[in-house]
């Protein structure tokens, strides 16, 4: 029976691996199982940080131990051993069961779902095992700043600036594709719909107020009221104004 995992059920099956990761490098792996969350994909983390000896000890397997060669990188030489890299696999509905078929589509979007995982992975800025040339590492995802392993055996690591560029990196994805709620999506409607009808309001008013031309009957005050240089502008007031001027200059305040 298929039961529904939340993000945080399906993290926590990733908690131990990501812990062993260079924490902006783990972030980035965490957005990565998010994002792919709410496409559908489930991305289970099965390889983190390997230390030295258990890189030997895996580079030794179908070498000078039984089973299949699995890298070509000892000790040192595997970006595994400096916490910059990871191995994903998809998990299955059953909650259980990993899978390293790149062909599957679980959420049956059309798309395989490995390739959506690998899809994201690089909109956040991560290198991708499959695009190697010479060993395609389907499951390898690495983010090393252009540091080779040489460089980091000699000690060399990520600076400031390129760790803040990666985080600023995440964050503007984030703001960029959040989705709007429903609520919120109700809300903007209602205020786009509160807009347009003020703004046809607005024009009414204009309208009402300023008027085409001076009317005839307020004529004779205008011309008074600018000769007197009481007012400036005639043209395009309002009723009220010429109402109100024409009032003045019958009462012989206004005199031309
Ligand atoms: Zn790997």
Redesign the pocket.
């Given at each position: 029976m298929a039961r529904m995992l939340t993000l945080e059920q399906l993290k926590k099956k990733s908690e131990k691996r990501l812990n062993g990761l260079h924490p902006v490098f783990k972030l980035v792996m965490e957005k990565l199982i998010d994002r792919c969350y709410a496409r559908g994909v489930w991305v289970l983390i099965t390889?983190g940080l390997r230390t030295y000896a258990e890189q030997d000890a895996l580079y030794a397997q179908g070498r000078t131990k039984p089973g299949q060669v699995v890298t070509k990188a000892r000790g040192g030489y595997?970006n595994?051993n400096f916490r910059l890299?990871?191995?994903f696999a998809l998990l299955l509905r059953d909650g259980r069961t990993v899978s390293w078929d790149t062909l599957r589509d679980d959420d049956k979007d059309s798309l395989p779902d490995w390739s959506e995982v690998v899809e994201e992975a690089k909109k956040l800025g991560l290198e991708w095992?499959g695009d190697w040339r010479s060993f395609k590492?389907m499951?390898?995802l690495?983010m090393v700043f252009g540091i080779t392993t040489a460089q980091f055996r000699a000690g060399k690591r990520p600076t400031q600036a390129q760790l803040d560029a990666v985080l600023a990196k995440i964050n503007s994805l984030e703001t960029e594709d959040e989705p709007m709620t429903e609520a919120e999506k109700k809300a903007l409607e209602a205020l786009q719909a509160t807009a347009k009808q003020q703004s046809a309001t607005i024009e009414e008013l204009k309208k009402y107020n300023a008027m085409p031309e001076i009317p005839a009957w307020a004529k004779d005050a205008c011309v008074a009221a600018k000769a007197a240089g009481i007012v400036e502008k005639t043209v395009g007031r309002s009723y009220d104004f010429y109402s109100l001027l024409t009032v003045l200059y019958r009462s012989g305040l206004v005199k031309g």
């Open positions: 390889q595997s595994h890299a990871a191995d095992g590492d499951p390898h690495q």
